[in-house]
């Protein structure tokens, strides 16, 4: 029996006791300097990050648009980084992809071969773009519901009947996650929003990014962001954590700020579990 | 002095007086079994599809997620094929990106400097996903609009304040075409909105899929989708033009049916030139 993706990232939290997501947004002008004296600095780079945070994390997630701007050698620097992760921990690959359906079906193989969990998903094309990332209970898709960055209100607030388009998402998504393995981008630099949001799907993974550099508010996301349990929630944190330091001790900053990461959203989850807000 | 992308697409209109782009959704399991003899199949296909067919077109497409799907090797075969092409052609990179604005700079970076004129990006993120893509008046960005498959009901066509989502990012898109190098990417499928569209946005190239395999009308959407001129839009055709033929013929009838699909689409421009419809 394979477990269903949703049920994996349950699984794994209460395993690690842990909602950290670590961002490999690797950019090779921002690593030390002195791992270029290595043949492959980005991959070096990479393992040391995994080596010092994987017993503190629920996930890693690759933007891809990071190794695609390294041509073709950014795609093997991924595949390697992905084989060198442990099996337990999440490997997701964000790239925001979707298209038609049978474009939709060549992306998802595409990224599920490379050794992905799970992918995030532009649902913007509907049904038959969105399904062919959803047909393998065991690879996940997150759909993009309403994204951390400014020019998010363009158009994801948008009312149609009442509801802003990233609520029809989000009930879009119950229908289509038939194999659990459905889930939703909320970023934190809306927690007003994330509540809303969380009021639709109360029992969807949500895949949170916009704490740290951009600037959302570590404690609201992660209050509003979670399940009642306090769990089903992976906030991402790709700068503060790969760039701590631009010294040797890269990795051990890197470690320090992931527990420090931990420690916070568990204090939280602690109090929602409480519920002492 | 350089030209920007969107009077480049004018120009080339002009000269070869064709609105047709191939498609280059190449999928090795469908492409003639005897180029299997070869080192490089999928390659040498592209390149007799394109030496058959160069001075017929306005531009070549290609969907990323065909090229993705072979891995590593996609991405070089890409690059090649790329740098086949004559200059004059236009060379579109159908990945549909979209994403946070730094995330959006790397795969501008990405897909501009692996030799594409132009994109497909997803608008979806607002206004600095988008702004990456047209910093550079040379390089065009198609924005999605109206895409051309089923689920393009699901969202796309969502109310707010009387407007469909499509029509909202229409009027975006002439916003943001601060450079001369934006258009839309409207699917061939939807007659009546193409015609809606092509009134708010009348000077922006339209990149139109979903002619031949997918079912939209040819005659309906190049009345309504070309400008008042009978030009600016792109009719991108793939699969009734590259598998034409299984056998050694492929490239000769690939350029019988781009040269019926260009007369095709010529005959209705004129007739709209005269004012016939």
Request: aromatic share 8%; charged share 25%.
């Given at each position: 029996?394979?477990?269903?993706?949703?049920?994996?990232?349950?699984?794994r939290?209460?395993e690690v006791?842990?909602?950290?997501?670590?961002?490999?947004?690797?950019?090779?002008?921002?690593?030390?300097?002195?791992?270029?004296?290595?043949?492959?600095?980005?991959?070096?780079?990479?393992?040391?990050?995994?080596?010092?945070?994987?017993?503190?994390?629920?996930?890693?997630?690759?933007?891809?648009?990071?190794?695609?701007?390294?041509?073709?050698?950014?795609?093997?620097?991924?595949?390697?980084?992905?084989?060198?992760?442990p099996n337990e921990i999440i490997?997701?690959?964000?790239?925001?992809?979707?298209?038609?359906?049978?474009?939709?079906?060549?992306?998802?193989?595409?990224?599920?071969?490379?050794?992905?969990?799970?992918?995030?998903?532009?649902?913007?094309?509907?049904?038959?773009?969105?399904?062919?990332?959803?047909?393998?209970?065991?690879?996940?898709?997150?759909?993009?519901?309403?994204?951390?960055?400014?020019?998010?209100?363009?158009?994801?607030?948008?009312?149609?009947?009442?509801?802003?388009?990233?609520?029809?998402?989000?009930?879009?998504?119950?229908?289509?996650?038939?194999?659990?393995?459905?889930?939703?981008?909320?970023?934190?630099?809306?927690?007003?929003?994330?509540?809303?949001?969380?009021?639709?799907?109360?029992?969807?993974?949500?895949?949170?990014?916009?704490?740290?550099?951009?600037?959302?508010?570590?404690?609201?996301?992660?209050?509003?962001?979670?399940?009642?349990?306090?769990?089903?929630?992976?906030?991402?944190?790709?700068?503060?954590?790969?760039?701590?330091?631009?010294?040797?001790?890269?990795?051990?900053?890197?470690?320090?700020?992931?527990?420090?990461?931990?420690?916070?959203?568990?204090?939280?989850?602690?109090?929602?579990?409480?519920?002492?807000?």
């Amino acid at each position: 029996m394979t477990m269903d993706f949703n049920s994996r990232v349950q699984k794994r939290i209460r395993e690690v006791q842990s909602l950290v997501c670590v961002g490999m947004d690797t950019d090779p002008q921002k690593i030390p300097s002195f791992l270029f004296q290595k043949t492959d600095p980005v991959l070096e780079f990479n393992k040391a990050i995994i080596e010092a945070t994987a017993d503190l994390v629920l996930a890693y997630k690759f933007n891809l648009a990071f190794y695609e701007a390294m041509g073709t050698e950014g795609w093997e620097i991924l595949k390697k980084t992905l084989a060198y992760i442990p099996n337990e921990i999440i490997k997701i690959g964000d790239g925001k992809r979707g298209d038609i359906g049978n474009s939709s079906e060549k992306y998802a193989q595409a990224l599920f071969d490379l050794g992905f969990d799970a992918v995030t998903v532009n649902p913007i094309l509907g049904k038959d773009g969105v399904i062919p990332f959803l047909k393998d209970k065991t690879r996940g898709a997150f759909l993009l519901c309403l994204t951390s960055n400014p020019g998010s209100q363009d158009f994801q607030y948008l009312k149609a009947d009442g509801k802003p388009l990233y609520e029809w998402i989000a009930e879009k998504a119950i229908q289509w996650n038939q194999n659990n393995n459905c889930g939703l981008v909320v970023g934190a630099t809306h927690p007003e929003e994330l509540a809303r949001v969380r009021s639709i799907a109360s029992d969807l993974p949500f895949l949170i990014p916009g704490i740290g550099a951009q600037g959302g508010a570590l404690e609201a996301s992660v209050m509003e962001g979670t399940d009642e349990r306090g769990e089903m929630a992976i906030f991402n944190s790709s700068r503060a954590i790969l760039y701590a330091s631009s010294g040797k001790d890269f990795a051990q900053k890197a470690r320090e700020e992931t527990i420090k990461l931990r420690e916070s959203i568990q204090k939280v989850c602690e109090r929602k579990r409480k519920g002492t807000r």
